[in-house]
């Protein structure tokens, strides 16, 4: 199991409590592995697999209530598990750093870049000031930032996703540490940024021979990066080896359940679908426009000039990274908000630009799943409440809406007695279940799904598709699939349309716009998904079927 | 940020001016004669009138409110009924101690509330947590004057520390000056170290679970640098409002405080004025507040933008 002579790190049969009342009594047990010295290794499993907890437990930045109770943690041979508090605080940020999966959040907002890079150096070294900026300036010169000096004063809110992390990156590889732990660092960035952030850490990682252990849920991720995978369930290594080992020939039923739920980047041909047309819109623009009498007005497009067709028990897919446009273009149609200019023709009628009351029957035709399934249930209301208002607020009795909610429930693969229950008692899977139940409850012609499985695992997700396709056929549904995953798009969509700063720059059916993509936009999203040669998961039954 | 502040006095124009309005009619619509109070208990109504007359009170009410506003845009507050000086004059003289109360209880406050507040954060639900809360609470509900008479048995007639009353201006010694400052502002910062430390302790707390605590633990800083620069700049906003809020509130708790210790500072002057239907006191006093206020609101947000990033940008 020991890759090198003498490893980095090495993590050998720890084990930690759980405070009483969860589903085991251990968060991880009997865990063990090492990273090597210029080694990447990735430890891959879903979410509740324990592989955050231990990336946490080697920086000794565990929350209070999760306690070591066995096994030894060596940094470079040194117990860290057993360090002093004082010692540890010495090792951090100097011999062992971490990188976090929000950038967005992991900088200090009201500190700037510099000098939130030059705090390491001030706690660890007795540089002078000269020299600390120095060293910074040649960091972020390093880590392929525009115009250091101007990045060096600059406030974290003034920088892009991708470049936060490089600054998180910078700050993390500045004393040269021997060990990084990358917490899902690319989760929450775009495709196209993923792919230079995973690049920049093979560049530093392979210039500096730093040992790398980088947590992810994403096996695309896994190939593109990984020297070794070690792969965790319910706090378990049930299977470790070199990348190509573990990826191509899994060993255990459950990295060969993971890797194939992992959806294919191959697209199945489906037929054109005929139904009647549910949904069009024609040159609708969302535009906001800021500053006012003493300002110069700033007018921006988020929306420009979409059309888009979908019909009845037809999927189509608006696929495009952060600032494309796409969750504007699903709040207009769903009247969230209003659109600045077009028409949004539902059926026979313009929706566009209806006033509220006469809005209020059209909008039972036109509902939503959203992405964040954890915020979109109120926590203070049962789900069979949550359920019911809809079809009550549309005159329905409450022993019929109860009765169909039952029978939802049953749909979505959920016990009917659940809906006494509140959202905290439900997992993610099970609530974006509870949120497709609730839009379904509307009896509605066109149902957005906006990121509606971007925030599941891929074993969880894999069903929650399965479920859209189903319900979809049952109920004869045109779906307008927004996403930034391109390996879902083309699991579920029928036709795909492709938006970039507001715009549609290509659309197509989905294995067309795969196979030949004519935008160019379109084809450097496909080249930066991760691990594009892999993914051999099937497709899903249903849709090949089809 | 200069157009912004240009923008924002521009704005307490219309503010001061409804202020001015409102006073000027309330004072004129409540019962009760100026004329008569001056005039003395057995004054005949002839001498009642030639007093009005002197005073301008016989005019219309349009009439006496343009000469007031005519008088205020040459700077000029006018003269008081019942002190027989020029306002300007009686406001200046009374304005070193209340101003010296007013500081001095925010410099106490903030100094006591803002660690207190950081350090029940930072050992949230430990007994020391629980003090400092029960502690607000009991800071919240006992009234001013309680507490004032409270300080002044314990500390001025029993231990004989500190004087029981009255005020020395600064120009007659500091050490005298501050000697007799210490009790009143004191007493007068108990409800606002409450009101601060439970704010802080709120803010900061929401803080420290933040991501980039995190990343400050991770980089290897000690836990005080943590708390005092990360965390505070960051719950700083919340806190500056409370504080904001509490010298705005002072301002009227000078009233109480001022009377329980006898000092002759502006809430005594507005006892004083309201008592002797003084109105040209109270109006200048009234709207002097208020301007006050917008001042101090103004303050509170151009110092959001001094803690706050992304409000300045």
């Not at chain 1, 589903?23 to 697999?49: H, K, L, N, Q, Y």
């Not at chain 1, 139940?437 to 012609?445: C, D, V």
């Not at chain 1, 993509?517 to 090949?544: D, K, M, N």
């Not at chain 2, 109105?279 to 301007?291: E, K, V």
Request: proline share 5%; hydrophobic share 50%; charged share 20%.
């Amino acid at each position: 199991m020991s890759a090198a002579p003498s490893p980095v790190l090495e993590i050998e049969n720890l084990a930690i409590a759980l405070p009483g009342g969860g589903d085991r009594s251990r968060a991880v047990d009997g865990v063990s592995f090492t990273v090597a010295r210029g080694e990447i290794v990735c430890v891959v499993g879903e979410s509740g697999s324990g592989k955050s907890v231990t990336a946490f437990s080697v920086m000794g930045l565990l929350a209070k209530v999760l306690k070591p109770v066995a096994g030894a943690i060596r940094l470079n041979g040194e117990d860290v598990l057993t360090a002093s508090p004082q010692r540890l605080r010495a090792l951090r940020g100097d011999r062992m750093a971490m990188i976090f999966q929000e950038p967005m959040t992991a900088l200090n907002p009201v500190l700037t870049v510099g000098d939130q890079i030059e705090e390491v150096l001030r706690i660890h070294t007795d540089l002078g000031a000269k020299e600390r900026r120095a060293k910074v300036l040649a960091m972020l010169d390093a880590m392929h930032l525009p115009d250091p000096e101007r990045m060096h004063a600059s406030y974290p809110h003034q920088l892009s996703g991708g470049q936060r992390q490089r600054v998180m990156i910078a700050a993390a590889l500045i004393l040269d540490p021997a060990l990084l732990i990358a917490d899902e660092p690319t989760t929450a960035l775009d495709v196209t940024t993923q792919a230079q952030i995973l690049k920049l850490i093979r560049e530093m990682q392979e210039r500096r021979g730093t040992g790398v252990l980088f947590i992810t849920h994403d096996f695309g991720v896994v190939a593109e990066i990984a020297d070794r995978v070690v792969v965790m369930q319910r706090g378990r290594v049930v299977e470790q080896g070199p990348a190509a080992q573990v990826l191509e020939r899994p060993q255990h039923p459950y990295t060969k359940m993971l890797i194939g739920a992992v959806p294919t980047m191959t697209p199945a041909r489906r037929p054109p679908v005929t139904g009647a047309l549910a949904l069009e819109t024609a040159s609708l623009e969302k535009t906001y426009r800021s500053g006012g009498l003493f300002k110069t007005e700033r007018v921006v497009h988020a929306a420009a000039d979409v059309a888009l067709r979908i019909r009845r028990g037809e999927t189509v897919g608006i696929v495009g990274e952060s600032g494309s446009g796409k969750s504007t273009v699903a709040r207009c149609i769903a009247r969230l908000i209003a659109p600045s200019r077009g028409q949004i023709m539902v059926g026979d009628r313009d929706i566009a630009r209806l006033p509220e009351r006469r809005l209020r029957p059209m909008r039972r035709k036109i509902q939503v799943v959203f992405q964040d399934p954890f915020r979109s249930l109120n926590p203070r209301r049962t789900v069979g409440a949550s359920i019911i208002e809809g079809p009550m607020n549309f005159g329905t009795s409450p022993e019929a809406a109860t009765a169909k909610a039952r029978e939802l429930m049953g749909l979505v693969g959920l016990d009917p007695s659940a809906l006494a229950r509140y959202p905290h008692q439900f997992s993610g899977g099970q609530r974006q279940r509870i949120a497709l139940a609730r839009a379904l409850a509307m009896e509605p012609e066109i149902l957005i799904a906006d990121e509606a499985v971007s925030a599941l695992d891929v074993s969880v997700q894999r069903q929650v598709l399965a479920l859209l396709d189903d319900v979809q056929r049952r109920f004869d549904l045109a779906i307008l699939f927004i996403t930034h995953d391109l390996r879902v798009a083309a699991q579920i969509c029928d036709r795909l349309i492709v938006m970039q700063r507001g715009r549609i720059v290509e659309e197509g059916p989905t294995a067309e716009v795969f196979a030949r993509p004519s935008a160019a936009y379109t084809r450097a999203l496909i080249e930066a998904a991760p691990g594009r040669e892999f993914g051999r998961g099937e497709h899903l039954p249903e849709a090949a079927s089809a | 940020m200069a157009g912004y502040i240009l923008r924002r006095l521009l704005a307490a124009i219309p503010v001061l001016a409804i202020v001015a309005v409102l006073v000027f009619l309330m004072l004129r619509l409540t019962p009760g004669d100026p004329a008569a109070v001056i005039a003395g208990d057995n004054a005949s109504s002839e001498q009642i009138a030639q007093v009005r007359q002197k005073l301008g009170l016989d005019q219309s009410l349009p009439a006496q409110f343009a000469i007031w506003i005519g008088n205020l845009l040459h700077g000029n507050l006018g003269e008081s009924f019942f002190f027989k000086k020029s306002i300007g004059e009686l406001i200046l003289g009374r304005i070193e101690p209340t101003l010296s109360l007013a500081a001095a209880t925010m410099l106490i406050a903030v100094c006591v509330a803002i660690p207190l507040g950081v350090v029940a954060a930072y050992r949230h639900g430990s007994w020391l947590d629980r003090i400092v809360m029960g502690m607000s609470v009991l800071g919240f509900s006992v009234p001013v004057f309680v507490i004032g008479y409270l300080l002044i048995y314990v500390f001025s007639i029993t231990l004989g520390w500190f004087p029981v009353q009255g005020y020395q201006p600064l120009s007659a010694g500091l050490g005298g000056y501050l000697h007799r400052l210490v009790l009143p502002a004191v007493t007068l910062s108990v409800v606002y170290i409450a009101l601060i430390a439970r704010m802080t302790r709120a803010s900061v707390l929401e803080v420290l679970n933040e991501d980039y605590i995190r990343t400050a633990r991770a980089k290897g800083q000690v836990e005080r640098k943590i708390l005092f620069r990360h965390a505070l700049k960051n719950a700083a906003v919340p806190i500056v409002t409370v504080v904001g809020i509490g010298i705005a509130l002072l301002i009227g708790g000078v009233v109480v405080t001022e009377s329980v210790f006898a000092i002759p500072g502006l809430g005594r002057l507005t006892v004083d004025a309201v008592l002797a239907r003084d109105y040209p006191t109270i109006q200048a006093l009234i709207l002097m507040f208020s301007g006050v206020y917008v001042l101090i609101n103004l303050l509170i947000d151009l110092t959001y933008s001094l803690f706050d990033p992304r409000i300045r940008h």
